[in-house]
């Protein structure tokens, strides 16, 4: 089994070695060599450089965030503390519709939800190959697929956005797609549920997914509805996904307010049927709030809502909106206006519904975090660990092997990162090593950025970037582009490992 060099830079022995394929562990050695995994299995004969000793903790290909709005805290905040910490060693970013690039600043003001991820238009970029660039020249700790947003596309090709793209414009976004992907995008994600794009009708989008086909790219969908509306929403994905035959994923799956709970049996069935005719796979954090803009159309399902930034009122920051509105003396809706530009939580989701998601057979496991918000969801801080220590560990709702899977083989194939989220020798060395008894996240609604607990090591591409509790300031990370990922979406049964 062993096949590694006679010398390594790492060896870490007698561990439990998760392959990321979902198969049961095993225990045994990997070595590290350069930007590789050199070998794993019995590596009595390997000396490494560095020997640790792996006993009590298991090692896994570095986990894969594959819903993440870190396009701009890659390049301000490049040691990515919030997710290294975690284990994460690749991000994929531009979801929800929302991309710094392809944006010409002349193009207008940031409109909700680009708050979300740029503060002030300088911080776009005009061509996608200028923000992959800014990227390459300013490496960050971690790799990052980037895809382009609809919105983003909506915003430079069109004049105003509360109608569907005509035949001029609906061309214009084709081409800049195009250029975007030629230069190194991933795919296109859409955000259908939000302002700048929720009066783009079904045919703009499969026009403009229909540009990902030949390139071989991926479509990624914040859906149009995720409540009373959200079995036409799947149907709409479904159908952009098969026209434009490209692989679909569906983002955040979930169900939100009350008279809506439970439905995900019902969602998740129809997924499984669209799965037996079409690539489909879909992404999930694992809460029951969920972060966006502070949106009066999304507090109507919430039992509550916790504001995580306000440009009008910054001391609001995790304060309870209905708190802030007994204070002002208004109501909600109202203290929600005057709060103006500002972000929320929204307690909206059913526990049965997000476990449900969680262990569906097609679900990987997407952050979904927000790094720029004062007081953010702790989701930014501690997805993984929680999926690992909560949801595997202490409730038993899937093997830790399973988990695993879900944040590394799985997201591998859907997103075609080659020589990525698996333990083979002369894979790329995107590790982490944690301890499966102790791992757990600590991030909380009232302390949201604590670190979790448990993850020893994280390296990316053979260097160590998260070690004893810290960043190392190593900064190994790379942009990859379209044309280094292979084919896309997993086909059920056949390629997804288990
Ligand atoms: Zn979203
Ligand atoms: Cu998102």
Not at 251 to 270: C, D, F, M, Y
Not at 278 to 303: E, F
Not at 347 to 368: K, T, Y
């Given at each position: 089994m062993a096949t590694a060099a006679d010398h390594a830079d790492l060896v870490i022995r007698n561990t439990r070695l998760i392959d990321g394929s979902g198969a049961p562990s095993v225990t045994g050695d990997i070595a590290v060599g350069d930007d590789r995994i050199l070998g794993i299995g019995d590596l009595g004969e390997t000396k490494g450089a560095v020997e640790i000793d792996g006993r009590g903790r298991a090692v896994a290909p570095g986990f894969i965030d594959v819903h993440t709005h870190d396009d701009r805290a890659l390049l301000a905040d490049p040691e990515m503390a919030c997710k290294a910490s975690q284990g994460v060693t690749t991000v994929v970013t531009g979801n929800c519709g929302i991309s710094l690039a392809p944006l010409d600043v002349a193009a207008g003001a940031l409109v909700p939800p680009f708050d979300l991820i740029a503060e002030v238009p300088a911080q776009a970029f005009a061509e996608f190959g200028d923000y992959l660039a800014a990227l390459d020249g300013a490496p960050p700790a971690l790799n990052a697929v980037c895809q382009v947003g609809h919105s983003t596309l909506r915003v430079g090709a069109m004049d105003r956005l509360d109608r569907a793209a005509d035949r001029g414009e609906v061309a214009a976004m084709r081409r800049a797609l195009e250029r975007a992907l030629d230069a190194g995008a991933a795919g296109l994600s859409t955000g259908l549920f939000y302002a700048p794009a929720s009066a783009a009708p079904t045919e703009e989008v499969v026009a403009l997914a229909e540009v990902l086909r030949d390139r071989g790219a991926i479509h990624t969908t914040h859906m149009r509805d995720e409540g009373d509306q959200v079995a036409e929403s799947l149907a709409e994905t479904f159908r952009i996904g098969a026209e434009a035959g490209v692989p679909v994923?569906?983002?955040?799956?979930?169900?939100?307010?009350?008279?809506?709970?439970?439905?995900?049996?019902?969602?998740?069935?129809?997924?499984?049927?669209?799965?037996?005719?079409?690539?489909?796979?879909?992404?999930?954090?694992?809460?029951?709030?969920?972060?966006?803009?502070?949106?009066?159309?999304?507090?109507?399902?919430?039992?509550?809502?916790?504001?995580?930034?306000?440009?009008?009122?910054?001391?609001?920051?995790?304060?309870?909106?209905?708190?802030?509105?007994?204070?002002?003396?208004?109501?909600?809706?109202?203290?929600?206006?005057?709060?103006?530009?500002?972000?929320?939580?929204?307690?909206?989701?059913?526990?049965?519904?997000?476990?449900?998601?969680?262990?569906?057979?097609?679900?990987?496991?997407?952050?979904?975090?927000?790094?720029?918000?004062a007081h953010p969801h702790p989701r930014l801080w501690g997805t993984f660990p929680r999926v690992l220590g909560h949801y595997a560990r202490d409730l038993g709702l899937f093997s830790l092997e399973d988990a695993v899977h879900r944040m590394t083989g799985l997201p591998a194939a859907q997103f075609g990162l080659v020589g990525r989220g698996a333990l083979s020798p002369g894979a790329c060395a995107d590790l982490v090593m944690f301890d499966p008894e102790t791992v757990i996240d600590r991030a909380t609604y009232e302390n949201p950025t604590r670190t979790a607990a448990g993850i020893d090591l994280v390296m990316v591409n053979g260097r160590a970037v998260w070690r004893g509790g810290a960043v190392t300031g190593a900064r190994p990370g790379r942009a990859l582009r379209l044309r280094d990922l292979g084919p896309k979406g997993v086909v059920p049964n056949s390629s997804d490992g288990r």
């Open positions: 994923v569906i983002s955040h799956h979930k169900v939100i307010a009350a008279p809506n709970h439970g439905r995900t049996r019902e969602t998740l069935a129809l997924i499984e049927a669209a799965r037996a005719r079409q690539p489909v796979a879909l992404d999930v954090y694992p809460y029951v709030a969920g972060s966006t803009i502070l949106d009066p159309k999304r507090m109507l399902g919430a039992s509550r809502v916790l504001v995580t930034w306000s440009k009008a009122r910054p001391d609001c920051a995790g304060r309870d909106l209905d708190e802030i509105a007994d204070e002002m003396g208004c109501d909600p809706d109202e203290a929600a206006r005057r709060l103006q530009p500002a972000g929320a939580i929204y307690f909206m989701m059913d526990e049965a519904d997000v476990r449900r998601v969680l262990a569906s057979p097609a679900a990987m496991i997407g952050s979904d975090g927000l790094p720029h918000d």
